[in-house]
Nanobody, 122 residues
Framework: QVQLVESGGGLAQPGESLRLSCAAS????????VGWYRQSPGREREMVAV???????IYGDSVKGRFTVSRDNPKNTVTLQMNSLKPEDTAVYYC????????????????WGQGTQVTVSS
C-alpha cells in the first residue's frame, strides 16, 4: 500500500502562482510514475502532469508551458509548480502514483491522495 498526502492548495488570482506538494510513503519501491490529476464539477478527471524516476515528464495540453512537475527522490516528494494560473485551472488536484510498464499498463496502483482544492478567481 502507498499513502499520498497533498498540501499547498488554496486561492489565487489569475496570473498568480501556486505550488502543490505531495509526500509519498509506504510500499513505494515499485513506484516509477508520480504526478497530478485534477477534476472540476461536471468534468472527468484529467491528467495534469506525470514524471518518471529519471525525470522525464508529460503534461496535459491545457497546462503545457505554465506548470512544471518535479521530483525529490531522496525525500519521496513530488511538486507541481503552477504559474500563470487561469480560472479554468480551478479544480481538486489529486496526487498520483503508480508502477507502470512502458506500454502504460499499471502493475502497481494507481494510488491517489485525498485531493487539495485550487481556486483561481478574480
Amino acid at each position: 500500500q502507498v499513502q499520498l498526502v497533498e498540501s499547498g492548495g488554496g486561492l489565487a488570482q489569475p496570473g498568480e502562482s501556486l505550488r502543490l506538494s505531495c509526500a509519498a510513503s509506504g510500499s513505494i519501491s515499485m513506484i516509477n510514475a508520480v504526478g497530478w490529476y485534477r477534476q472540476s464539477p461536471g468534468r472527468e478527471r484529467e491528467m495534469v502532469a506525470v514524471a518518471s524516476r529519471t525525470g522525464s515528464s508529460i503534461y496535459g495540453d491545457s497546462v503545457k508551458g505554465r506548470f512544471t512537475v518535479s521530483r525529490d527522490n531522496p525525500k519521496n516528494t513530488v511538486t507541481l509548480q503552477m504559474n500563470s494560473l487561469k480560472p479554468e485551472d480551478t479544480a481538486v488536484y489529486y496526487c498520483y502514483a503508480a508502477g507502470v510498464t512502458s506500454d502504460g499498463v499499471h502493475h502497481r496502483g494507481p494510488y491517489w491522495g485525498q485531493g487539495t482544492q485550487v481556486t483561481v478567481s478574480s
